[in-house]
């Protein structure tokens, strides 16, 4: 089961990347009735303002722009450090088997930013991903097992 955050962002990036789902689609993928994909469609279109049209031909959904997206949430360069910092902390003082979740996370609040320079995008990408291998290495040297 996936939350309705986690099912408008697929749901738009299957809308967008031209497979024409249909609403049986999205009721297999993510365990939903068929009222549910309803909404959340109503939703990406009412609330995000997102054009999404159904082709009766394909029997599916589709954009007729396939450049267009979720509205991105703005981080400020420093809203990005602190959480890149808290990141850091945990990994460092807890365990580092919360480290996939961590770096899913980050590359999730990366991916939506749109404010922040592309280089400092990747610089914080390379950063998070040596923190990664870091926590790793400290359970290794522990003996600890360490996760995939």
């Known amino acids: 089961m996936s939350s309705r955050l986690e099912r408008l962002i697929r749901m738009e990036q299957q809308i967008r990347n031209g497979s024409y789902p249909n609403v049986e689609t999205f009721c297999r993928m993510f365990g939903v009735k068929q ?29 007729p722009d396939p450049n267009s997206r979720l509205p991105a949430f703005e981080l400020t360069q420093e809203e990005l450090f602190a959480v890149g910092l808290a990141c850091e902390l945990m990994l460092k003082y807890n365990d580092a088997a919360f480290t996939p979740v961590v770096r899913s996370a980050l590359e999730k609040i990366l991916d939506r930013q749109t404010a922040c320079p592309p280089g400092q995008v990747e610089t914080l990408r390379r950063t998070w991903q040596q923190l990664a291998q870091h926590a790793q290495e400290i359970k290794q040297l522990h003996g600890l097992p360490v996760p995939d």
Do not use: K, P, S, V
């Not at 990406?44 to 303002?49: C, D, M, T």
């Not at 999404?52 to 959904?61: K, L, S, V």
């Open 35 to 63: 009222r549910t994909i309803y909404e959340d469609i109503r939703a990406l279109r009412q609330r995000l303002g997102l054009d999404i049209r159904f082709d009766r031909g394909r029997t599916g959904y589709f954009t």
